[in-house]
Every structure is written in structure tokens, then in C-alpha cells.
């Protein structure tokens, strides 16, 4: 059972918030709260699905290692974002590791219980869907960008992303990012110096401020200008 603070917070997670009544009862009586350790593994590549998550303090990245060692990162899952469903969708192994960047405390309905849901409720599909579709759109959105932009409007565009929760957030409430410049780089599939260029040049234009392991979005019409300067997204 959630403490109360953390249903409020739920509130404000766009999909959670458009649930009928009876599956968001579903999800605050179901749902088990988890205390992990920086850099704790929550589930790995190749892992059975256990059930779906939210964060609700702290921050996962989720990714991928190669067999050089290499780690991909392509999101950091901050409060309040859902993840881990795709697994239930297609009955697959999962595709990639959630690994905590920080302390934190995470949301997890077990499988189980979700699985229970959706053979009483087959309409809660409809709702799978739409969690598992919002992924995909901002998939379909960087796999555009990547062929059509530049490295600075990809920047600006990830960016927006990440502020509103990849679609989570009813609205961009902070205009503050939480991550390495490195982390960023790995997103953008280029290397941190490059980053490091582009941040700056956009600092000088008073549209951001950078400190250690924060970026500070000064101006978000600019950065939204910047993103979407040849597209319309």
C-alpha cells in the first residue's frame, strides 16, 4: 500500500492520472514500495518479466551493455515515470537494464497481481497500451531526429524531453535536469566533448546555465525554438 504523499504524486504522471478510479484503486492497493541503492540493479537484459515500476525518489537509467563493456544509456527514469511494461506486453525477456543512479525509492506491482488485472479486466490492455505507446512515440521522435536534425536541435529536443518525463509529466514543473554530461552524450550517441561544446554554446546564449551534474534551462521558449526550428513535432 503507497503512503498517502506518494498517491498525490501519482496524480501529476499523465498516465496514471487518466485511469478510471478502480485500476488507479487497483495500483495504490497492489503496489509495494522498494528501497534501492545507488547503482543496485532493478531488473537486467535477459531477466523474466517480474512486474512494471515507477520512481518515486531518485533516478534509474535504463540501457544497455555491450560485450565490450560499453553502456548505452536511453533514458534516465526520474519521479514520477513508469517503466518496465514492455515485457508484459510481448512476453519477452527484458531489453534492457534498470540500474539506479542514486538512492531511491521505487513503485513495483508485482507481476502477479498485474497479470490477475488484466485476465479480470482485459480492458486494463487498453491502458498497457497506451503506457507502452508513449515510449514509441518518443522513440519514432529520435530515430526522426537523428536523421533529420542537427546534433544542437537533438540536444534541445532531449532536452524538452527529459523535462517533461518523456511524456509522463501533465507539465514541465522544473527547469532543472539532473545528469552528467557524459550520461547525455551516451543518449545523443556522440561524445561527451561534443556535448560539452553544444551546452556551452547554448549557455552563452543565456539558455541554460551549467553546474556540476545539473543543467538549468533558463529560457524554454529559446530551447523550444531551437528544437523544433525545422520540424513540427
Not at 27 to 53: D, T
Request: hydrophobic fraction near 45%; proline fraction near 3%.
Amino acid at each position: 500500500m503507497l503512503e498517502p504523499i506518494y498517491i498525490d504524486h501519482l496524480e501529476h504522471n499523465a498516465w496514471f492520472s487518466q485511469l478510471p478510479s478502480m485500476f488507479k484503486e487497483f495500483i495504490v492497493s497492489h503496489a509495494v514500495q522498494q528501497h534501492f541503492a545507488k547503482e543496485q540493479a532493478i531488473f537486467r537484459s535477459g531477466n523474466s518479466f517480474n512486474g512494471i515500476y515507477a520512481v518515486l525518489e531518485g533516478a534509474v537509467r535504463l540501457g544497455y551493455i555491450d560485450i565490450e563493456g560499453k553502456e548505452s544509456v536511453a533514458a534516465i527514469v526520474e519521479p514520477i515515470m513508469w517503466f518496465g511494461e514492455i515485457s508484459l506486453v510481448d512476453a519477452q525477456p527484458r531489453s534492457h537494464n534498470a540500474i539506479t543512479t542514486q538512492k531511491s525509492l521505487i513503485l513495483h506491482i508485482p507481476s502477479a497481481a498485474i497479470k490477475n488485472l488484466l485476465q479480470q479486466y482485459p480492458l486494463f490492455w487498453y491502458h498497457i497500451a497506451q503506457l507502452t505507446s508513449q515510449k514509441l512515440r518518443f522513440a519514432f521522435l529520435e530515430l526522426i531526429a537523428i536523421q533529420t536534425q542537427s546534433l544542437t536541435q537533438r540536444l534541445a529536443q532531449r532536452l524538452l524531453f527529459i523535462l517533461n518525463g518523456y511524456g509522463n509529466h501533465l507539465m514541465i514543473e522544473t527547469n532543472t535536469i539532473h545528469l552528467s554530461q557524459e550520461q547525455l552524450a551516451q543518449m545523443l550517441t556522440c561524445s561527451r566533448q561534443t556535448v560539452n561544446q553544444e551546452l556551452q554554446d547554448l549557455e552563452k546564449q543565456s539558455i541554460l546555465r551549467l553546474s556540476f551534474r545539473k543543467i538549468e534551462i533558463l529560457d524554454l521558449g529559446k530551447l523550444h525554438r531551437i528544437a523544433h526550428a525545422s520540424s513540427d513535432f
